[in-house]
């Protein structure tokens, strides 16, 4: 992204990448390489489920950081510091963002990693949904978008308005394209 002999854009930045439990976690391994291409410190937290679309050795060796989905290291007892990471990020990138995950940010809910770090940041949040169409357009979840969307350096990106998503359904849904994500990031 940089030209040579000049500093990467987001040099120096400590990006914390949330990923959730869509078909579109794949695409946080791009991102994540796009992120750390830019010049980025990035940290990968990522829930139990977005496990299983995605694995936390692809996203340990394109971010080079260990990623975190528990409180705890079952091996050994060693704490992961919600609040500590909080503190740590200048941005809090949650891509792809699932229904679920929004709406534990938009109640205060703390399940799991993901979200109790979302509680103890202090940086921007960057909230990319991707979903199915019937579950993004359901009121709910757009209730809890708008109330995200209230909140003070909050921003959603997305999700796309059209596109064929992985159910077969066609409509709004789809993760914004990772480049796109990389620039509003960018901004922040």
Request: glycine fraction near 8%; charge should be neutral; proline fraction near 7%.
């Amino acid at each position: 992204m940089a030209s040579p002999g000049t500093c990467p854009p987001l040099a120096g930045r400590h990006i914390l990448l949330g990923i959730t439990g869509s078909i579109a976690a794949y695409k946080a391994a791009v991102l994540c390489r796009l992120l750390k291409t830019a010049g980025a410190d990035v940290r990968v937290v990522m829930t139990p489920l977005a496990k299983q679309f995605i694995t936390p050795l692809t996203m340990a060796t394109l971010s080079k950081n260990p990623i975190l989905v528990e409180f705890f290291d079952p091996e050994n007892g060693a704490w992961n510091s919600h609040v500590s990471l909080g503190e740590w990020a200048d941005c809090y990138l949650i891509a792809p963002a699932t229904a679920n995950t929004m709406a534990n940010f938009a109640h205060g809910f703390a399940p799991d990693m993901l979200s109790s770090l979302y509680l103890a940041c202090q940086a921007p949040v960057l909230i990319c949904p991707a979903m199915n169409v019937h579950m993004w357009e359901h009121t709910a979840t757009q209730q809890n978008a708008a109330v995200l969307k209230q909140r003070k350096g909050h921003c959603i990106l997305g999700p796309c308005e059209s596109g064929v998503l992985a159910c077969g359904a066609e409509g709004a849904g789809k993760l914004m394209p990772v480049d796109l994500i990389v620039q509003k990031t960018l901004s922040l």
